[in-house]
């Protein structure tokens, strides 16, 4: 089993930035692939990142791409994501996921792929 903790969520001002962490514990060796998503209310669960463990491969949706930065630190089991230029529609909260198989084109925008998920941290961007 792998546990995810995410942290850093928070009350912001549009065009601030944020770092969220997602601490991942338990059987780490295992995970191959790791995503970020977010759900704001009343919609669905949204893709936002994709970062590979060995950090050789990352994907962003249309909507933070050139925004928002996946990134991982090895030695601390941790990923983030860099928040940037954060805007109202941002709202939502985010969550990081994990699961075991290797980067697939047609699979990892997918939550259905993932295995392993966090509770989640809110992030709120006033106008």
């Known amino acids: 089993q792998v546990q995810l903790v995410e942290s850093g969520g928070g009350l912001v001002q549009a065009g601030d930035s944020l770092r969220l962490s997602c601490a991942a514990s338990g059987r780490t060796f295992s995970i191959r692939s790791m995503g970020w998503f977010r759900q704001a209310p009343g919609k669905e669960r949204d893709f936002v990142a994709y970062i590979s463990w060995s950090a050789s491969t990352t994907h962003y949706a249309d909507s933070v791409k050139g925004r928002f930065t996946a990134s991982r630190d090895n030695a601390k089991n941790t990923v983030y994501l860099q928040m940037n230029s954060l805007k109202p529609e941002d709202t939502a909260v985010y969550y990081c996921?994990?699961?075991?198989?290797?980067?697939?084109?047609?699979?990892?925008?997918?939550?259905?792929?993932?295995?392993?998920w966090g509770q989640g941290t809110q992030v709120t961007v006033s106008s």
């Open positions: 996921a994990a699961t075991p198989r290797y980067y697939s084109s047609s699979n990892y925008y997918s939550s259905s792929w993932y295995d392993y």
